[in-house]
Every structure is written in C-alpha cells, then in structure tokens.
C-alpha cells in the first residue's frame, strides 16, 4: 500500500493527466485492487490538499491533480469496481451547483473539486440551474448534502427558495445543506435555514465533514 | 489637462496592436456567448454569425473596427449640481467609489455588519463631501430591501445624498427602465437627461466571453435612452482568463468591445465608457476569491487605460485604493497608491475604487477618508509642475541671493497652494492615530455636511416610481 501510495505521489506531482491515468492503468494491470487503488489515490489527495491549506503548492496544483485522480478514477477505477460489486469507501454523496440567475462557477468548482479530493462522491450538475432541476436531482441522486454556491448579492436569495422548495417536496429532512459564495456569510446561512457554510473551499470541506459527522 | 501621463507607457505600438488583433481573431472564431435574444439579432442583422441555439455570436472584425470608429466616445458624466462635472477624453484624472461591497465596518461599533439602505445613503454624503472623489459608484448593496426594488432604494438613496455624478448597474429590462425615469425624473425629463446624463450604468460581462441575460437587457435599456453605459470586464487572470497579462488583455478587450457594439448597434448615440477591473486569481490559500490592488492589477488598469486610448474611448480603471487591506490589518491599506499611481500616470480618466476592503467587500469610512487623501496626492502627481517665468522664479533666487530665506517672499505666499499639495490626514498629530483621526473626520462630515436636498416633488416622483415597480414585482 504505500509503496502504490508513494508511486502515485510521485505520478499525480508531474500534474500531467494523461500520464498519470496510464499509470493508474498499469497499476491495476499489475494486479493492484482497484478498491486499494482508490484508497491510495485519496490519501495522496489528501496530501496536496494539505499543501494547499499550507501554502506550499497553489491553486493551480491542487485543481490539475484533481483532475487527473478525477480521470484516472472515471475512466479506469470507478468501471472496475462496479464490475467486481466491490464498494467504495466514500465519506458522503454531495450534490452542488450554482443557483438560478448566475452563471459564476469558478468558486462553485473549486469546491467541488476539494470534495472529491477529500473522498466525497460528488455530483455537480453546473451553474445557472432551475430550483426545480436542484429538487428534481436531489430525488434521484439521493445525497447527503446539497451545496448550493451563489456570487451575485441578487442571487443569494435564490438560496433561500432552493431550500424552500426542498422543504415543500418533502426532501429537507433527507438532507444537509451546505450554502457558498463570495456575498454569503454564516449568519445568511442561519437566515437562509441552511445546516452549514464554508467561507471558502477548504471550510466548504470542513463543514461537509462535520454535517457527516465525521471528525477530522 | 494632467501632464505626466504625456511621457509613459506600459505598452508599446506595436503591442497594442499585437492585442488588438488578438481580439479581432477571438471574436471572429470563438465569438461570444450572448444570453439575450434582442441582442443577438442586433448582431446578426450587422452581420454576426449567430448561433440562437447556443447563443454565440461570431463578430467579424469589421463591425468592430466600424463601431471603434463610429461610436459616440465624448462625453460629460454631469453632476446633479453642474460645478461637479466629469467631462471625459480631455486628459484629466478622476476619482470614483468603489462598488457593490455587502457588508459596512459600522462608524459606532467598529464591527462588521450586512449594509443597508442607510449606508448607501450616508456614504454617498461622505463622498460628497470630499474633494477627491469626483463620482459616487454605488458602493455597498441595499440589502434590508428585496432583490427586485433595492437598485431603485439605491439610486432614491444616492440622489438625495450626493450632488455629484452617479453610478450604478442595470440589471432586467423593467428594473432598468425604472432606474432611468428615476433619473429622468431628477434631471428633468428624459431629453434633460440625455443633455446632462447625472448617472450612468456599469455593465459587466461574465468571463470567460460571455453576455449574461439581464445585464444585457440592462445595456439595450440604457442604449435606447442614451444614458452613458460603461462596460466593464471583472476578469480573473489564471482562473477566468488566461494566466498570462497580455492573453487576459486580449480576452477582456474582446469582451468589453462586443458589450460596446451591443449597445452601438441598439444606439449609436449612446455614450460608450471602456471599463476594467481585472485582477490575478489569488492561488494560494486564502478567504478571498481574488487579491485586488495588487500590481499585476496596475499594469492591467494601465494598459486598459492605453487601450481604450488606442481606439478613443474614455475609460475607467480599477486602483484597488485599500480593497486588500482586512478589518484586521487596516495598515497594508497603505499600499493603496501602487495601484493608482501606474493607471494615472497613462491618464486613465477615472480610478475607480475608494473606500472598500476585504477584498471590495466591506465599507469602511475611514477608507474613504484616506483615499480622498491619497487620490488628492496622486492626482496633484500627475498634474505635475509648470515651468515658466513665475515658476522659474529667477527674480527671487536672484533677489534672496546668498543664504537668504523665502519666507519673506510673496512668491511664496502666492504659490504655496497651488505648488504643493496639503494633506489633511498626514500630519503628525492625526498620524499617531491615523484611523481614529479619519473616522472622526467622517463623523463630522456625517454630522453637518448637508448636500442641497431634491426638490421636494422630485423626491415624491421617486417615491413613487418605487412605489409602482413594488406592485408590479408583487403581482408578477
């Protein structure tokens, strides 16, 4: 195991995706468990998501290595797994996206790529999306969290309707809320009646962890 | 006409060329993304390749060197009082609010709050108050009112609190509409209004090169009443726009001048202002989505600022003044002239950007105080120095002569003021405690300071056209 974990360090720190699938490849190829595969994957995310927190490696670095473990994990891992009914350890489903009315995603990706990185099954369904596609998804994908992120102060409020109508479908206890964006503030997710708040990405994660329970 | 900006460049001919081709090349093979269908068919009928399913316009380059040529590029931001006019183009530096922050640092309590109403209202008097800010950009959010009536709370707010020149966004054709006959109803009448525009609108395109629907409606508003519209780019080099400040030129002048040919193609006698507040994606860890007033983002105001230039469009600029400084470290605000000096210096006509930190997001009035102060020195910089008989004061030198003084001189007295500037807040006493020293310089100006108030059927007229807009967001 830490051997692939070290291999798969040294892979995902060349932040070149192709490569670092074919490695993934050959991994599995040369008998590795792909559930093994994954495990080692999210502890060297972990890794980089630490180097972020700590100032050592950029934006930049840690969003091109979760690209590639994104890849490696879609194209390679995730098809394996399924085949062999064996299942992943995932730390929670979360659905995000931006709200109605505002078509700024950058911050909204950023989160969600951390929440994969951290081990979250993640389920992004964009920017600029009808409160009814945010109910209509949270029926079918079922998550633990839906985390909506919003930068216009016009839009904000949007987050407050998307939660009502979660309430009106009978799906709010199903779920945590996660709100986001530039203009939201803790105390606009205690108003909006949402479970939780990151002020940026690495809290967005945080707060994910604690709605789940899970002690870090 | 300021001197300085006479004698410096960030970019040479030839690179301002190599932009503008660049631009021409994006527009024409990846086009822009337009959410609007009015607009779209604007395009089209000039003719734009235009996609209605996927909403993207590809602009040959001659309907933008046309509109580059053609539109109306002269005018006066007006202020409700004349004595506080803009007149844009003419070689002069001014200073504006910076906009749309969320939260105020309170004067009383010194914590941080979400803005209202009255913060607009009381800021807006501040600004009016100062000599070195020459237009108030809507600076924080209305936020005690709903999403569809705060735009009009604001501007009710603004013109009864400032004479000088106002600006704001229009966002949705109704709400838009609405803003102006506010306007109209200040200035007398929407041909009143089209002779001395006392607002204008910023409109800002979402990068990566798109148009987003209600800003656009905003811009075709705007356009068929002939208020001056400003189009303003919020790019993000490494994350909405290339990582390379000559790539993120190129993608923000594309997006700035499809947004101008909008609205020339609506009306080609609307007021066309470039605008840029584009910074660096902040890639290391941090709370902020971007690190404003920094000096990548000079060098991108200035050449903005030569761009708009180059095609002879008046613009404005963003100088982060103290938007990096944080409620806890109030001291970095003193960066604020790095990113001013360098826009000013090519004679961008408007530095916009007093009076927020936190990254543009929280009013402070102390803020406003200092960056009146340091506009006023960076605004006497670039006025520089004349040299004539009078300035070269031979007859004095040779009348004091050897170790003599000039303090007996009425050379002395007579330039004093208009040689040096004097600041108010940079003297020592006030130093020891410089913020203490600014906020109660604001408290007194929120004290006494009294702007003429609107006549009083005028303020009923706004009243009113609130009034009807809250119905018909009720109804609908």
Redesign the interface.
């Known amino acids: 195991m830490s051997n692939l974990v070290s291999t798969l360090r040294n892979e995902i720190l060349t932040f070149d995706a192709d490569r670092f699938v074919e490695t993934v490849k050959k991994s599995v190829d040369q008998g590795n468990d792909p559930v093994e595969v994954v495990n080692a994957l999210t502890e060297v995310l972990k890794e980089v998501g630490k180097k972020f927190e700590n100032g050592e490696f950029f934006l930049v670095h840690l969003v091109q290595a979760g690209d590639a473990a994104k890849r490696a994990t879609v194209e390679v891992l995730e098809p394996l797994i399924k085949k062999s009914s064996q299942k992943r350890e995932m730390l929670g489903k979360v659905l995000i996206g931006t709200v109605a009315g505002d078509i700024h995603d950058i911050g909204k990706n950023i989160v969600s790529m951390m929440l994969f990185t951290s081990g979250f099954e993640v389920l992004d369904i964009g920017k600029d999306i009808p409160t009814e596609d945010f109910v209509k998804k949270t029926k079918e994908f079922n998550p633990d969290i839906v985390a909506l992120s919003a930068l216009l102060t016009t839009t904000l409020p949007v987050q407050r309707e998307v939660i009502a109508a979660l309430k009106k479908a009978g799906l709010r206890p199903k779920v945590k809320i996660l709100i986001g964006g530039a203009p939201a503030t803790a105390k606009w997710a205690e108003e909006s009646g949402a479970d939780g708040y990151g002020e940026d990405a690495v809290e967005a994660v945080r707060a994910a962890k604690r709605l789940m329970g899970i002690r870090e | 006409m300021d001197k300085l900006p006479e004698n410096t460049s960030a970019l040479v001919k030839d690179e301002l060329n190599s932009i503008h081709s660049s631009t021409l090349e994006i527009l024409e093979k990846t086009g822009v993304r337009v ?1 609007e269908e009015n607009a779209l068919k604007l395009l089209q009928n000039a003719g734009a390749t235009v996609d209605f399913k996927t909403k993207i316009a590809k602009i040959p380059r001659s309907l933008i060197e046309e509109m580059t040529k053609r539109a109306r590029k002269s005018v006066t931001l007006c202020g409700r009082d004349p004595r506080y006019d803009v007149p844009l183009g003419e070689g002069k530096v001014h200073v504006m609010t910076e906009s ?1 922050g ?1 939260n105020v640092l309170d004067i009383e309590t010194g914590t941080v709050r ?1 803005a209202t109403k009255k913060d607009v209202e009381e800021s807006a008097r501040v600004a009016d108050a100062l000599d070195n800010i020459h237009l108030y950009s809507i600076m924080i ?1 209305a ?1 005690d009112y ?2 569809e009536i ?1 735009g009009l709370e604001e501007i009710d707010a603004m013109f009864n609190n400032t004479v000088k020149h106002i600006d704001t966004g229009a ?1 949705g054709a109704d709400t838009s509409k609405d803003m102006i006959r506010m306007a109209a109803a200040v200035a007398g009448g929407f041909e009143e209004l089209k002779k001395r525009p006392i607002i204008d609108f910023m409109q800002t395109p ?1 990068s990566p090169l ?1 148009h ?1 629907r ?1 800003n656009t409606e905003g811009i075709l508003v705007c356009a068929k009443y002939e208020v001056p519209i400003i189009i303003l780019n919020m790019a ?1 080099a ?3 726009a290339p990582m390379t400040l000559a790539g993120t030129l190129a993608q923000t002048n594309a997006e700035v001048l499809s947004g101008m040919l909008i609205a020339y193609l609506a009306n080609p006698n609307v007021p066309l202002i470039y605008g840029t507040t584009s910074v660096v ?7 902020g ?1 971007s690190i404003f007033g920094l000096v990548e983002e000079a060098l991108i105001s200035t050449a903005s600022a030569q761009l708009a230039k180059h095609y002879g469009f008046p613009c404005v600029v963003g100088a982060g003044f103290a938007a990096h400084a944080t409620t806890d470290s109030r001291e970095v605000g003193f960066l604020a002239p790095m990113s001013l000096v360098f826009p000013a210096l090519v004679g961008a006509d408007i530095l916009y950007g007093v009076g927020l930190i936190d990254e543009a ?1 929280t009013l402070a009035y102390e803020e406003m105080i200092l960056g009146n102060e340091v506009a006023g020195m960076v605004l006497r910089g670039v006025r520089g120095f004349e040299v004539n008989d009078e300035t070269l004061a031979n007859d004095v030198i040779n009348k004091v002569g050897h170790g003599g003084t000039f303090l007996h001189e009425k050379h002395t007295l007579r330039n004093l003021t208009k040689e040096v500037f004097i600041p108010e807040m940079l003297d020592k006493p006030k130093l020891q405690d410089v913020l203490r020293s600014a906020k109660e310089r604001a408290k007194h100006i929120l004290a006494t300071h009294k702007p003429e108030p609107l006549d009083k059927e005028v303020k009923e007229q706004l009243r009113s056209i609130i009034k009807e807009a809250t119905r018909r967001e009720k109804k609908s």
């Open positions: 959410d749309t969320i979400t959010d936020l709903p999403e705060m966002m979402v798109i987003e209600k993000q490494g994350g909405t994606l902040n890639q290391k860890f941090s709370s989505p997001k």
